[in-house]
Structures are given as structure tokens and as C-alpha cells.
């Protein structure tokens, strides 16, 4: 599960450590405890004090329960551990607003409930069919990119076709410029029905795909408000769910 916001309640115990980043720990600390079999739940509370300031929690805890019975043979049983996740706090991902979440739980981006953004789903279900990363169902996620290598993913696809754009409509690239996998010049390929114009690369046809390759780029020509629909989306997912750089993350297109 991924949360945010200030003050969060986890069934774990924590510990600090300086992240890849040097955000500062704020308040967090490590107990050990013990509780009889009866209650059933091992919970301990932290807060993140400053607001203004984020760090990362990351646990190394656990849980052990052991059970024992004069009459049983052995007369005690150890369970196995329970190993809690690490949490990482920050204020990066939506500027000065600190939250918390769970880098292992990686979201999913589901597309296919956005009907203002159709097309831009469509586009994404064909290019995953034909190989590319970040459909759930497959399990290779998208890692998010950021700074200079967005721009360069862009030069490499959909600014290729500065010229030859029909009115109304905005190129469309898959996998996003903003991750690592983007960009990709090797692999490009379009579709029958997406007016995209270059010379020497695949031109699929979502009915029958063929043999699925990777790794590659999509392009497709779509209308420009189901594009830039797309495109706020996801923007709105990355602070939504916290993702920043190096952060992996899925999508489901049609």
C-alpha cells in the first residue's frame, strides 16, 4: 500500500538511514516489544515532526512469534519471521507536501478507466501487445526518468515528426518519454491507423501484431485532447503515488 501525508500508522518497527538522495530522517526510531499471542497484531506508530524536511525509513525489524505447549513435542514452536517492508518518506515528488509510501508495492497506472484519454489507451494496449515494457500482466515494469534524458527520449521520437503532424492531432510515443525505457530509436515501429510517416520502420496492425519485439518505441498520431489527457494523468500518478527517479511503476492500456 502506498499513503502520504504526515503521520502514518504501519504494522512495522523502524529505523533510520540516510537515503541516495541525503534527505534528512526526522523522528523515527527502533523499539522491540513483545505482546501475548492473544492480541493477534504487532503495530508501532511514527512521526515524521518537520514538514518541511524528509527522509527515508528504512527497516531492517521483524517480528518472531513463538509458540509454546507444556504437553506439545517439541514443547516450542518458533513461527517464521515476519519481515516488514521499507517505507520511504519524502517532499520531492510533490514539492513541499512530505508523504510516506512503500517503494515495493509498485503502482498501476490503469488507463482504460479514462474515457477522455480512449485513444491514448488504445495506443499504449497495442504497443505493449507488440512487445513493449509496463503492462502488469507481463512484468516488466517502467522506471521513471528525469532531467536532460526526457528531452533526449523526446528529440529521439515524436520530434522526428515536427512536420508532418495532422491538424488536430499530437504525436503520441509509448513507452513515455519520462522513463528509461522511451526514446528507444531501435525498434521503432507505428500502425495502420496512426498517419505517423517515416522512413524504414514497421508500419503493425493491432488485429494481427505478428512476433512481439522489444526493446522499441511506438508512435502514433492521435487527437490532441486525448494526448495531452494522457499526459496530465500521468503526471497527476507520479505525485499522486510518489514517484520519482528510479522509481518503477506499471500501465494498462486497452
Given amino acids: 500500500m502506498r499513503r502520504s501525508g504526515g503521520r502514518h500508522r ?31 497484531s504487532d503495530i508501532m506508530d511514527y512521526t515524521l515532526q518537520n514538514p518541511a524536511v524528509s527522509g527515508t525509513v528504512n527497516n531492517t525489524a521483524y517480528s518472531q512469534f513463538k509458540f509454546a505447549h507444556a504437553q506439545a513435542n517439541p514443547g516450542t514452536i518458533d513461527a517464521p519471521r515476519a519481515q516488514f517492508p521499507v517505507v520511504r518518506c519524502d517532499n520531492i515528488a510533490s514539492g513541499s507536501t512530505i508523504g510516506c509510501i512503500v517503494p515495493g508495492a509498485e503502482p498501476i497506472l490503469d488507463m482504460t478507466t479514462r474515457p477522455k484519454a480512449a485513444a491514448h489507451a488504445e ?21 521513471r526518468t528525469l532531467g536532460t534524458q526526457v528531452q533526449t527520449n523526446r528529440n529521439n521520437t515524436c520530434n522526428r515528426l515536427m512536420t508532418s503532424r495532422p491538424t488536430g492531432q499530437d504525436c503520441d510515443e509509448y513507452p513515455f518519454a519520462s522513463t528509461t525505457q ?9 500502425w495502420n491507423y496512426c498517419a505517423v510517416d517515416l522512413p524504414n520502420i514497421p508500419v503493425l496492425n493491432p488485429v494481427d501484431i505478428g512476433v512481439p519485439s522489444a526493446p522499441g518505441t511506438s508512435m502514433c498520431f492521435i487527437s490532441s485532447s486525448a494526448n495531452r489527457s494522457g499526459g496530465g494523468i500521468l503526471s497527476w500518478f507520479y505525485r499522486k503515488n510518489r514517484i520519482i527517479d528510479g522509481d518503477n511503476f506499471y500501465v494498462k492500456g486497452t
Fill in 10 to 40: 504501519y504494522p512495522m518497527l523502524v529505523r533510520p538511514l540516510p537515503d541516495r538522495q541525503n534527505r534528512a530522517t526526522r523522528n523515527a526510531s527502533q523499539t522491540t516489544h513483545s505482546i501475548p499471542v492473544t492480541v493477534g
Fill in 123 to 143: 495506443h499504449i494496449g497495442n504497443a505493449q501487445r507488440s512487445g513493449l515494457p509496463g503492462s502488469p500482466y507481463a512484468g516488466v515494469p517502467l522506471t
Fill in 182 to 190: 522511451g526514446g528507444s530509436i531501435t525498434g521503432t515501429r507505428t
